[in-house]
């Protein structure tokens, strides 16, 4: 099992930027590929950006693209989000999750999530 625990959002001017963390427990991080995801009131969870085991294979959803980038540190067993000329539609609770070889952008195809962390972003 994984426990995911995300980090470093916060309230950022448009056109700022924020580094987002998600931190995994276990020994096992490298076996999963990652996502994040966010999702805002009265709304379905939306796919931002995904990467592969070794890191190799990454996919953003359109909206973020060339805005955004995902990495990850398996020897921190750490994901990061650095998310740049945000905009205020970016405004929503990211979570990050965890899955198996074949998960993408699809939220059921993740089998172990953070709790979100608040990112708002002002205009």
């Known amino acids: 099992q994984v426990q995911l625990a995300e980090s470093g959002g916060g309230l950022v001017q448009a056109g700022g930027s924020l580094r987002l963390s998600c931190a995994a427990s276990?020994?096992?991080?490298?076996?999963?590929?990652m996502g994040w995801f966010r999702q805002t009131p009265g709304k379905e969870r939306e796919f931002v950006a995904t990467?592969?085991?070794?890191?190799?294979?990454?996919y953003y959803a359109d909206s973020v693209k060339a805005r955004f980038t995902i990495s990850r540190d398996n020897a921190r067993n750490t994901v990061y989000l650095q998310m740049n000329s945000l905009k205020p539609e970016d405004t929503a609770v990211y979570y990050c999750?965890?899955?198996?070889?074949?998960?993408?952008?699809?939220?059921?195809?993740?089998?172990?999530w953070g709790q979100g962390t608040q990112v708002t972003v002002s205009s």
């Open positions: 999750a965890a899955g198996g070889l074949r998960s993408w952008s699809r939220p059921d195809e993740y089998d172990y």
């Open positions: 990467i592969s085991l070794s890191g190799g294979v990454t």
């Open positions: 276990g020994r096992t991080f490298s076996r999963y590929a």
